[in-house]
């Protein structure tokens, strides 16, 4: 409702001795002036701006005859001020103007500005008006005067001898005699009046009292701390008094009464705040609430307030502001919701922890629509309690002036059907909704193009009004401020009225007169052209938006009429736009329902108007038309009691009873508002309803309206929207009410399930109350959200020293922000729903919303918080909710995740409790597993690991582990192998920490760098070719993960953990999943080498080499051979580029990789060089000399990409940089003259089967690495495998060297031989695409039977480490024979680039990649 605004502004006073310090101040009835006493001076000061005007200050002789000022009240015109004085005197002073000046400041303006230009009123409003202070008239009352009090021509005083004189404003006593407390009779009510006791002693006398309007009386509070309140007994005020009494009061201090809502609010010495009301059938004073600080807020001071000092209602009725003897302010809302107090946080502490002495206030008073609080501080002549160094500062008395924003909903209540929140300031607006720009988004968008369509239809017409985007409404925490047009302002300060539209996208305020509106997607603001126009019309109704409309209920003074006025948004603001309506009374209150308008007027009837837009003649307008008047004069005593007035399509009956399915969205019902007693008013449908068929659909709307019936107590706001949505009936149809300190309640429809027939004894509406921790300003009906603001503190003690005398307001006081909040409060309803045996209902309401984000917290949050009320009860409770709620929650598929979410965040106490009720944890755990819900069965590892023995959970662990192995969950695994590893260390007191979701980048794919540490002795990227050497360090793991193999590795755990990775490595190979095993070694860190040594002969041999042959090619996504229609004429037969390939090993032989040992019946020339998505890069240093230089250099094949995995096609030449290899940064990627190189269809035909025939280049990098392991490891079977894959005969080659330098156990090479036996038979019946790749290796194939006829009987077979000599060290250079004899040349033999450049691209490329998972691969080193 009402947040402080930055800093407190002081007023300093003229400088005098401290005895003359302010004590007293007092607003005048329209709150333009306030007289400020000193012990012998009264001040005039103006408000804005905030200056003295005058000072009279009485002299020294008649001073000691009347003692020092005490208290004053202004006439209601402001032309008197009477001061009560010490010894019994009043004085009554004139004010006057000044004779010769006029006004005190004016604005100076440079020449020409348009303000020069003279407008009416204009003088008033902009300067402090020149005023004089004199004496008229002096009353003896012959005892000290207690309280002062304005009834309109009167003055009321109370005297400390027990009477009460009613005292005409001119000073004269009208011959009226004083009446004696003693004759007023005191009862409990009013029906037992006659019978009412007296006061009864001698020296009772008024305390404080104060004047109530709306219920003609006075609440009054005696010197004994009783309360009461006394009424004339007939209509005038005559000797005739009668009173009532509440018993329990007997510590009243001072009151306050709130004329709106009819409340008396009597502060206690308790410290507490006693609201009273009337009750209107017996007149006794009924306890409405009470405003008392609460233990568990602030448990240092709640008891050690002191009493009660002043209490001030704000000058719109909606909040009031308490403060005690120890000092402080506080702000509560109508019916006790606290939205402010300084005895806690910032206010209270420095930013280093000190207490500090909280503000002593002497007295307040309310500026102009409450933005201000003026403050008399009681630092100026209390000398004793303060802080020594404070005193010194303020030396010069001054008052305090604290800022307020306040929300929109206090003065104009037609807003709560708006999901915006707007705050407004004296001088600026506060939005939620952003930028204009962001509103526009899909869910928005709809709306705004039926505001478009809008302006020939109505936009409710099909089905409403989207509501506005969540992250529009929620957003930041940041409000999108506007500054109100300062032009308007200078002359129409205070802004009274302020609206904004439904997409949020204009806003209109009002002031003294006139009005103006602002668009936030122009960013301008709109003013009258005409000033004359503007200064003659005063809103009194508040106004509101109507699709691009006005709607406002003004006062038209020049003819002095009241008014109905609809503007246009888009044309200029000029009433020749205006559609203007006269209205026979004044308005107060005034809002929309779709096409309709309703409005409130001061003779207490409601009226209803139909809007609709007309578009005669050139300008657009809107027509307004009388539908219906009803009188409510019988049921409201007074028509400044009716808060809001609103139209709803609520009804008793729900859409589903109703005879008609449309009337469920027509305007069903009234809302009203009266002092806080929400009152319903339906339509008559009781009578015959034949007739509204045929008669046109204006005559529908005319139903006659039910008497009123109440719903609710206490009410401070409404909410209720016109838009239907049939997924979320129960949140769109619900009524919403928000009533002070008792929280908030909705009023919820109930349905049948499946259109079933209702039960007749089933209630078809609920109203459920709920607490929220926020201040309700609006309701997001689909999202199940209340939005709010809430004030913040920020200290700036910090900055200075405790002695700069200048800024100590700023150390005294932190500056105060106010941020945008938002609750959710679907728990609430859904627990209230259970508890009412309403879980059908429960269950509907939760299915619409299943779909918001928030949704499995809504879940979380109602188990906690009944978890925690009951689990922590120290009674028995008869009834538990708790089984309710879990049962519920099983309905949703969120179950587990929500149950041990919320064990997680409970403490472990409660948890034996909370299972009791939802099940054995180690079934909950069970049936994540079986719902492949593994990060929610990691939490639920560590509920068992604390609840049961650490058997149990191991055993869970490693059901868990196993499954997550399966899965590939490796950031799962890694944790499961540190929980594994502390149970069994006994570390389990700290468990692990469970990811909540997977992270996609750590998952899957070879990472293989990071956990094996594969030195390059240079780094690649800038080492000439000719020096590039490549040695492999085979270690143990680096990283974290090598120190955790590395650690403790003899421990049983170790053991147990390495038995399971080497179980899942046996069955991956066993499975011939390669891709798995390479992913699970790099990304566990597994020792894959080791373990592969020793299991060369038993899980890592290879039973069938056409099914791991078949395997691979899907695993890698490799496609199978396919013999190309031109391979016999293949232009790469063409010896010029033998030539280049020649040329490119001569420039490089002095690489240690040449020199290999190569057999004998193969030429030099590197023939079967696959191309590894490019035929290779081209280099700077050719030979010129050579047979074909000159014309050769130009001549190169570019390398050509194949990126994206199956889908093969001949890469641009732009992608080559992805895929070649930049091992030095002379190698160039393509030649200018590139296309000089003419290739015929069949050419090009070749290169596309080439490419075609090729895996994606991952799955390349990926099976070079696998091959490099095996080999490492003497797997020769699976290299084997690998090589045929790759059609690489230079691998078979290398292999059969190895089989000849090494001693190879004679099995695997008779395991080899039969594999490639069945290779070629499959090849010959099943895939003929692989016979000339087999033709090639034809020879070393006989060469490998000649060993295997052997039978040498080899010794165990070392893996090479990095002692060999380089030879061993690197894969076999690729080689290939020349393949005349074959008669054709097989695919992927194009010479193109060294082994070594190739080698080299293979490395570096594996260290640039990043992981792969789920068939995109990526290799990375990290």
Sequence with gaps: MYFLSGWPKRLLCPLGSPAEAPFHVQSDPQRAFFAVLAPARLSIWYSRPSVLIVTYKEPTKSSTQFGSYKQTEWRPDSTMIAVSTAHGYILFFHITSARGEKYLYEPVYPKGSPQMKGTPHFKEEQCAPALNLEMRKILDLQAPVTSLQSVSEDLLVATSDGLLHLIHWEGMTNGRKAINLCTVPFSVDLQSSRVGSFLGFADVYIRDMEYCATLDGFAVVFNDGKVGFITPVSSRFTAELHGVWPQDVVDGTCVAVNNKYRLMAFGCASGSVQVYTIDNTTGAMLLSHKLELTAKQYPDIWNKTGAVKLVRWSPDNSVVIVTWEYGGLSLWSVFGAQLICTLGGDFAYRSDGTKKDPLKINSMSWGAEGYHLWVISGFGSQHNEIESDFRSIIKQPSILLFQFIKSV????????????????????????????????????????????????????????????????????RHWHVVQISSTYLESNWPIRFSAIDYLGQNIAVVGKFGFAHYSLLTKKWKLFGNITQEQNMIVTGGLAWWNDFMVLACYNMSDHQEELRVYLRTSNLDNAFAHVTKTQAETLLLSVFRDMIIVFRADCSICLYSIERKSDGPNTTAGIQVLQEVSMSRYIPHPFLVVSVTLTSVSTENGITLKMPQ?????????????????????????????????????????????????????????????????????????????????????????????????????????????????????????????????????YDSLYTRNSAREQLEVYFPFCVVERTSQIYLHHILRQLLVRNLGEQALLLAQSCAALPYFPHVLELMLHEVLEEEATSREPIPDPLLPTVAKFITEFPLFLQTVVHCARKTEYALWNYLFAAVGNPKDLFEECLMAQDLDTAASYLIILQNMEVPAVSRQHATLLFNTALEQGKWDLCRHMIRFLKAIGSGESETPPSTPTAQEPSSSGGFEFFRNRSISLSQSAENVPPSKFSLQKTLSMPSGPSGKRWSKDS??????????????????????????????????????????????????????????????????????????????????????????????????????????????????????????????????????????????????FLSPLSNKAGDECSIGSATDLTESSSMVDGDWTMVDENFSTLSLTQSELEHISMELASKGPHKSQVQLRYLLHIFMEAGCLDWCIVIGLILRESSIINQILVITQSSEVDGEMLQNIKTGLHAVDRWASTDCPGYKPFLNIIKPQLQKLSEITEEQVQPDAFQPVTAGKTPEQTSPRAEESRSSSSHGSIPQGELTGTSVVSRKEEDMTRAQEEEPFQDGTYDCSVS
């Design 409 to 476: 909903l206090t003065v104009n209540p037609c807003m709560s059907n708006q999901e915006q929140v707007l705050l407004q300031g004296e001088d600026r607006l506060y939005l939620n909704c952003g930028e204009a720009s962001q509103t526009q988004n899909p869910r928005s968008s709809s709306a705004h193009s039926q505001h478009k369509l809008g302006q020939d239809r109505s936009p409710f017409a099909d089905g409403g009004l989207e509501s506005q985007s969540l992250s529009t409404l929620l957003g930041h």
């Design 663 to 795: 009337q469920a969205r027509d305007a069903e019902s009234i809302m009203l508002n009266l002092a806080g007693q929400l009152i319903m008013m339906q339509r008559d449908r009781s009578g015959p309803q034949i007739r509204e068929k045929d008669s046109n659909p204006n005559q529908r709307k005319l139903l006659p309206f039910c008497p009123p019936v109440v719903l609710a107590q206490s009410v401070e706001n409404v909410w209720t929207t016109c838009r239907a949505n049939k997924q979320k009936r129960h949140l769109l149809e619900a009524l919403w009410l928000s009533c002070g300190g008792a929280g908030m309640k909705v009023w919820l429809p109930l349905f049948p399930r499946d259109h079933r027939k209702p039960h007749s004894f089933l209630s078809q509406r609920i109203m459920l109350p709920f607490h929220i921790n926020i201040y309700p300003l609006a309701v997001l009906f689909e999202d199940a959200l209340v939005l709010g603001a809430v004030n913040d503190t920020l200290p």
């Design 1050 to 1195: 003899d421990c049983a755990e170790n053991m147990y953990i390495d038995m399971m990775l080497w179980r899942h490595a046996r069955r991956l190979l066993e499975d011939v999943r390669l891709k798995d095993l390479g992913c699970f070694a790099a990304q566990l860190g597994f020792e894959l080498i080791s373990w592969l040594c020793k299991e060369r002969t038993r899980a890592a041999r290879v039973d069938n080499f056409v099914v791991a042959l078949k395997r691979l090619h899907k695993d890698f996504l490799w496609p199978f051979p396919i013999i190309p229609a031109s391979s016999i004429s293949s232009p790469f037969k063409n010896g010029k580029y033998r030539t280049v390939g020649e040329q490119l090993l001569k420039s490089q032989s002095a690489e240690p990789f040449l020199n290999l040992e190569i057999d004998a019946g193969i030429p030099n020339i590197q023939r079967s060089q696959s191309w590894l998505g490019n035929i290779g890069p081209t280099h700077h240093e050719v030979d010129t000399a050579s047979s074909q230089g000159p014309q050769m250099q130009d001549a």
